[in-house]
């Protein structure tokens, strides 16, 4: 199995920026695609971004392009989310998962039972 960490919510202003860490530790190799999501109170969970850990391609939902960028450290094991510009919109939890399928981040990256494991989540808070 592998556990999932994440790190680096806070409360922002607008326009403010966050960047989130996800560490996986364990089984590193059950995480070939590794996703990042966000649930607000009383709404669904929302795939924001989503990358290959072998080849480190991304891909980044239309609600936060240009805003959100994902990347990853295949040393330390991490994902790293980065948020510019937040907006109040922006407020949720933000979770980060892993699953083995490597076919999962080409389709299928948004669909959070696609993903076997799951971190505790980190909060993030827009507002002024």
């Known amino acids: 199995q592998v556990q999932l960490t994440e790190s680096g919510g806070g409360s922002v202003q607008p326009g403010g920026a966050l960047t989130l860490s996800c560490q996986a530790s364990g089984r590193i190799y059950l995480s070939n695609c590794i996703g990042w999501f966000r649930q607000a109170p009383g709404k669904e969970r929302e795939g924001v971004a989503a990358i290959w850990t072998h080849t480190g391609h991304t891909h980044v939902a239309d609600s936060v392009l240009g805003r959100f960028f994902i990347s990853r450290d295949s040393v330390k094991n991490t994902a790293t989310l980065r948020m510019n510009n937040l907006r109040p919109y922006d407020t949720a939890m933000y979770y980060c998962?892993?699953?083995?399928?490597?076919?999962?981040?080409?389709?299928?990256?948004?669909?959070?039972?696609?993903?076997?494991?799951w971190g505790q989540g980190t909060q993030v808070t827009v507002s002024s």
């Open positions: 998962a892993a699953d083995s399928d490597v076919g999962l981040c080409s389709g299928g990256r948004w669909t959070p039972t696609a993903y076997a494991t």
